[in-house]
C-alpha cells in the first residue's frame, strides 16, 4: 500500500513536467482555446489512450521484473528487481534534483527529434475527427523517450509482478490525470504560482521512492509470491 501511495503522491506533484512535455501535443487535438471545453470526448479520448498505453506498459515491465527476480534467485540474489529498480529511480532522481539547481546533464529530457517525429505523426492525422486524433495522441506519446514517464514503469518492473506493475501504472496515471485534463480544457495557469516547486518535490518523492525500494520497505497490493501462498493453503 505504501509503493501505491507513493506513486500516487509523486504522480500528483511531478504532474507539471507531463504538461510541459505533452502540451503542444493536446493543443493538436484540442484545437483553440476557444474549442478546448467543448471537445469532452475528445479529452476522454487521449486520456482513456494514455490509461491503456500506461496499464500495457506496466504488465510488461512487472512481467520482466518476475523473469529478473527468478533469475536473482537462481543466483542467491533476492529482490533483483527491486534493488534494479530503486537504483535507476535514484539515478533519475538526482539527475532531475541537479536539474532544478542549473546542473544540466545531457540526455535527461525528452529529445526534440522525438517530439518532432511524434508531432509529425499526429498532425498526418489532422483529416481524422478530433476524438480518433486525440486516442492516438494518448496512445503514441508513450514512445517518447521521457525520463519521468519510464521511471515509473521501472518502478512497476520493481514489483515483480504483471498486476502489480499494472495497478502501479494505473495509479500514475491517476495522479496525472488532473493535471492533464486541466491543460487540455485550458485552464493550466492555476497551477503556475506553485509550478516551478513542483519538480523538486516531484524528484524528492521519486528519490524516497527508490531508496525505500532498495530497502526491501515498499509492497505492492499485489506480491509476486501471493499464488505460491494461495497454492499452499
Partial sequence: MILILGVLAASIVGSVHCAAMCGGFVCLYAGTNAQRGLNLRAHAAYNAGRLISYVTLGLVAGALGARLDRAGTMAHIERSAAIVAGSLMVVWACVAIAAVFGVRIGGAGVPDWAKR?????????????????????GLLTTLLPCGWLYTFVVTAGGTGNPIAGAAVMTTFWAGTLPMMLGVGLGIG???????????????????????????????????????AIHAHR
Fill in 117 to 137: 517525429r511524434l508531432g509529425g505523426l499526429l498532425v498526418a492525422m489532422r483529416d481524422q475527427p478530433p476524438t480518433v486524433r486525440a486516442a492516438a495522441t
Fill in 189 to 227: 495557469r492555476v497551477a503556475r504560482p506553485i509550478a516551478r516547486h513542483l519538480p523538486l518535490v516531484g524528484a524528492i518523492a521519486v528519490f524516497t521512492l527508490g531508496a525505500l525500494s532498495i530497502a526491501g520497505k515498499l509492497r505492492p497490493l499485489v506480491t509476486p509470491n501471493a499464488a
